[in-house]
């Protein structure tokens, strides 16, 4: 599948998309919208694609949210199905989803991140929600998110400045999950990627389900209950994969894993 303003490709088990607009710091038009809907629904549709990285071309920007002057310009169009950047509204993605940083993540481009699982980030990367400074609300997930991820107080801090916050200050606060040297960026995501490839991709996709799932349960004691309800879960302990993780271990060999 070829695209205008993303790409998207897979290596092994894993699928790879980039948001390819360098030249305006990878900020989104209506059109990369509908590029990005249908590339994560080519990978949520894709049973031997169990990881998804997400990242943004050139030096500067992972993305700087909404392409305002396309906006200026009247080049407005609905949001596709799954929302902004069809990734912010999928909430039935259970399949893991990395976001690589490099350079600023802001606005709609830090709402594109707080969607995804796991953030690494270069050193020299910035986060923000800085749309109250253009008369903008960040209505792209980026407000329930972030308070959800660090707390009220962290949160309220950023967006009633609509200031970034370095690399350095992300992890302290915890939306980021690691931060590294530019020049060990690819290495560290490999890793990432590889530890997660490690297990079994249908109890990665139950686990991930439930901890989602259960966030909105009354109780601890309700999402316990509940799980066993829950599609992801349902699948996994029917799967193939649930077979072969004890045979494996009990045959002293790897597992092979089919996800399904």
Same mark, same amino acid.
């Given at each position: 599948?070829?695209?205008?303003?993303?790409?998207?490709?897979? %290596?092994?088990?894993?699928?790879?998309?980039?948001?390819?607009?360098?030249?305006?710091?990878?900020?989104?038009?209506?059109?990369?919208?509908?590029?990005?809907?249908?590339?994560?629904?080519?990978?949520?549709?894709?049973?031997?694609?169990?990881? @998804?990285?997400?990242?943004?071309?050139?030096?500067?920007?992972? @993305?700087?949210?909404?392409?305002?002057?396309?906006?200026? %310009?009247?080049?407005?169009?609905?949001?596709?199905?799954?929302?902004?950047?069809?990734? &912010?509204?999928?909430?039935?993605?259970?399949?893991?989803?990395?976001?690589?940083?490099?350079?600023?993540?802001?606005?709609? *481009?830090?709402?594109?991140?707080?969607? @995804?699982?796991?953030?690494?980030?270069?050193?020299?990367?910035?986060?923000?929600?800085?749309?109250?400074?253009?008369? /903008?609300?960040?209505?792209?997930? *980026?407000?329930?998110?972030?308070?959800?991820?660090?707390?009220?107080?962290?949160?309220?801090?950023?967006?009633?400045? /609509?200031?970034?916050?370095?690399?350095?200050?992300?992890?302290?606060?915890?939306?980021?999950?690691?931060?590294?040297?530019?020049? #060990?960026?690819?290495?560290?995501?490999?890793?990432? @990627?590889?530890?997660?490839?490690?297990?079994?991709?249908?109890? &990665?996709?139950?686990? #991930?389900?439930?901890?989602?799932?259960?966030?909105?349960?009354?109780?601890?004691?309700?999402?316990?209950?509940?799980?066993?309800?829950?599609?992801?879960?349902?699948?996994?302990?029917?799967?193939?994969? %649930?077979?072969? *993780?004890?045979?494996?271990?009990?045959?002293?060999? #790897?597992?092979?894993?089919?996800?399904?």
């Amino acid at each position: 599948m070829t695209f205008d303003f993303i790409t998207a490709s897979t %290596t092994g088990n894993v699928t790879n998309i980039t948001l390819n607009r360098p030249d305006v710091m990878n900020a989104i038009n209506p059109q990369m919208h509908a590029e990005l809907q249908s590339a994560f629904d080519a990978f949520a549709a894709d049973d031997n694609q169990f990881l @998804c990285v997400i990242r943004g071309a050139g030096e500067r920007a992972f @993305c700087a949210g909404s392409d305002l002057k396309s906006i200026a %310009t009247g080049d407005i169009a609905p949001y596709p199905e799954n929302g902004y950047a069809g990734l &912010i509204e999928r909430f039935d993605l259970n399949k893991p989803v990395i976001a690589a940083v490099d350079g600023f993540a802001l606005g709609g *481009g830090f709402e594109i991140a707080l969607a @995804c699982d796991i953030i690494v980030a270069t050193s020299r990367s910035s986060f923000g929600l800085p749309e109250p400074l253009v008369g /903008a609300v960040a209505l792209g997930g *980026g407000l329930h998110r972030l308070a959800r991820q660090i707390g009220l107080k962290q949160a309220m801090g950023m967006v009633l400045t /609509a200031e970034r916050v370095s690399a350095a200050d992300a992890l302290t606060m915890g939306f980021v999950n690691e931060v590294t040297a530019l020049d #060990k960026f690819e290495t560290v995501l490999a890793d990432w @990627c590889e530890r997660i490839l490690r297990c079994a991709p249908l109890s &990665i996709a139950a686990s #991930k389900e439930a901890i989602m799932r259960g966030l909105d349960e009354s109780s601890l004691a309700s999402a316990m209950s509940s799980q066993d309800d829950y599609p992801a879960f349902h699948r996994w302990k029917r799967a193939e994969d %649930t077979v072969e *993780g004890p045979k494996a271990f009990a045959e002293k060999r #790897k597992p092979s894993w089919q996800g399904r």
